[in-house]
């Protein structure tokens, strides 16, 4: 049972133009996570999200990329004007409970392909 | 920034043997340390943590040492099995810094029979 869901699977779309990805927790956990894995590489950090707010964000996520829960309960990555370079996998991890907030359980992922 | 590194990238054993994969990390407030095995085209899987106020947890076949003083930490995988085969990655954060986990380039691990 994954610990969170992802939609699209899989995501084409033409350079420029905006993708939204989504991520849908299980149960209602305070501590999201965007990660992404570009083909055969490491796994980065994007964003975390704690309480409905950004806690922290890596050098990656620059003016292109937000987030939001906009019904309190889905999650979204939002890249305004995608790039050949965000060609990657993204992840949505969540942490285990509000008080392990440590541990980090990876979503099935969205592959983003831009062309 | 922190920046974790990993070693091998890639490693070959015979099924059955042990398989070790280490890793340092340079930020000394690091304080959590997972171990992630992510299938061909799967998600990264959280397979053993460690916190740096243990020296060594076990889980069945799969362990893990720190050594704060060192900063580094490695995976053990004993009497290893074809289902073993995957990349690993190690990984480090900083609890109360945002959590974001800092992971290494990953182990391509391959079990022969």
């Known amino acids: 049972e994954p610990e969170v869901t992802q939609t699209p699977s899989h995501q084409v779309t033409q350079m420029g133009q905006e993708v939204i990805l989504r991520c849908v927790p299980i149960s209602n956990h305070l501590y999201f996570y965007w990660y992404r894995q570009i083909l055969g590489q490491k796994v980065e950090f994007l964003v975390s999200f704690y309480n409905n707010e950004i806690s922290e964000k890596s050098e990656i996520f620059d003016d292109q990329f937000s987030v939001e829960r906009p019904d309190g309960s889905n999650f979204t990555l939002k890249i305004r004007s995608t790039k050949l370079e965000d060609s990657a996998m993204y992840f949505c991890?969540?942490?285990?409970?509000?008080?392990?907030?440590?541990?980090?359980?990876f979503g099935p992922g969205t592959r983003l392909t831009v062309l | 920034g922190e920046n974790v590194e990993q070693h091998p990238s890639t490693l070959s054993v015979q099924e059955g043997d042990s398989a070790v994969i280490k890793c340092t990390y340079s930020d000394s407030a690091s304080n959590y340390f997972p171990w992630y095995k992510q299938e061909l085209g799967k998600r990264p899987q959280l397979i053993i943590d460690i916190r740096s106020n243990v020296g060594e947890k076990k889980d069945q076949r799969i362990a893990v040492t720190l050594n704060k003083t060192a900063k580094h930490f490695s995976l053990h995988i004993t009497e290893t099995q074809p289902e073993d085969s995957a990349v690993y990655f190690c990984?480090?954060?900083?609890?109360?810094?945002?959590?974001?986990?800092?992971f290494g380039t990953g182990t391509q691990l391959k079990v022969e029979l």
């Open positions: 990984a480090a954060t900083f609890t109360g810094g945002g959590n974001k986990l800092t």
């Open positions: 991890a969540r942490g285990l409970d509000v008080y392990s907030y440590n541990e980090q359980f």
